[in-house]
């Protein structure tokens, strides 16, 4: 008995360590509690930076999606090159009829400055009139306001003209007297219609003036005539350009409806009619630059294939003329309206499909 009451002694010395040994752990447990008091503040700032880089690495997906895509549509028309090429020079066929009655237009449009600048009046003195009242009558001439430039014709310069453009030499050498008065050729400042008559008006009132002879009927006509093309240009290029939407609308509907199924079960996963869509825009691009680079290079042998007969046709009156070409600013005209037109078209027909779609 006297051996045991030391086993039992020390057992009450064990209990302060295991009291110590609780405090310990209490005092652990209190520190480790700070940190997850102060957890939500970081988890909120790791939250924002995790937006933020979601944003961004949606964005280059977004612009590796474009990329494969542009690349996916051009490597699908190049498998085809038959069928393609035939739908594109459809397209390049509908652009080059107005793209070429817009150059006739231009080409009409330099002829009517030359003829403007051709466009003058012509002031017949009296017989009666001698040199010396003349060259008077042509200085009140050159001061009216509505007079650029003016060019006096005697009787013997008139003459001489007169038979060099008949070719009668001799035939109108035996007259005794010249018959033909002394005239003045007026350019004015400018042709408006109007503003010659009213210019021929007050030289009718000149003394020793007979007669002032205005003739622009012609270049009416021409007016007329220009107005009329640039009207039927416009009109062409309208009824043209809704050519290339159903040339390019019908081969996208194609498309579409033969990837029916691939459609579906993309869209039934989750995809967007935007995400649906996009490869066939691509598609529809490529159609217009394809079609816009045919038309460029049609225009471009039609130009060769006419500048010959054109230039010797012009020769053969005494002229020079070339036929015009587009410029770096026109062919990039037609190449974006080709371009937008087949993104258009293709965006019609795709929208149009989408909408009776229904994944099951």
């Known amino acids: 008995m006297k051996r045991s009451s030391p086993r039992s002694t020390t057992t009450p010395s064990a209990t302060p360590r295991q009291a110590t040994s609780r405090q310990g752990g209490a005092a652990r447990k209190r ?18 930076r995790y937006q933020q880089t979601r944003f961004s690495s949606r964005l280059r997906a977004w612009g590796r999606h474009h990329r494969a895509m542009a690349l996916d549509s051009l490597y ?35 002829l009517n400055t030359e003829l403007d600048e051709s466009a003058t009046l012509t002031v017949y003195l009296d017989v009666s009139v001698d040199e010396a009242q003349a060259v008077r009558i042509e200085e009140a001439v050159v001061a009216d306001e509505g007079v650029a430039g003016t060019r006096r014709i005697s009787p013997e310069q008139g003459m001489a003209e007169f038979q060099e453009s008949l070719g009668v030499d001799d035939t109108l050498a035996g007259l005794e007297d010249n018959p033909l008065p002394t005239s003045i050729v007026i350019a004015p400042q400018t042709v408006d219609p109007q503003a010659m008559a009213g210019l021929a ?7 020793g003036v007979d007669e002032v002879r205005l003739d622009l009927a012609w270049v009416e006509r021409l007016r007329h005539l220009a107005e009329l093309g640039r009207r039927v240009a416009l009109a062409l290029g309208v009824l043209f350009g809704f050519g290339v939407l159903l040339v390019v609308g019908n081969t996208i509907r194609l498309a579409v409806e033969s990837r029916r199924r691939e459609i579906e079960v993309v869209m039934l996963i989750g995809a967007t ?11 529809g691009a490529w159609y217009g ?21 054109v230039a010797a046709l012009a020769a053969s009156y005494g002229a020079s003329f070339t036929l015009p070409q587009l410029d770096v600013t026109g062919s990039t005209i037609l190449l974006s309206c080709s371009t937008l ?7 019609l027909a795709v929208t149009r499909h989408l909408t009776s779609i229904r994944p099951r």
């Open 76 to 110: 699908r028309l190049v498998r085809h090159p038959l069928g393609n090429l035939l739908t594109m020079l459809a397209i390049a066929i509908a652009l080059v009829l107005p793209a070429a009655l817009w150059l006739t237009l231009d080409s009409a449009k330099l």
């Open 341 to 347: 037109l087949g993104w258009l078209g293709a965006w």
């Open 273 to 283: 009619h935007a995400f649906v869509r996009r490869p066939f825009l691509y598609s």
């Open 31 to 48: 520190s480790l509690a700070k940190p997850e008091a102060a957890a939500p503040d970081t988890a909120s700032r790791s939250g924002a």
């Open 201 to 207: 008006q007050r030289l009718e009132g000149l003394a």
């Open 289 to 309: 630059v394809g079609g816009g680079l045919l038309a460029l290079g049609l225009l471009g042998l039609g130009n060769y294939w006419l500048s010959l007969p």
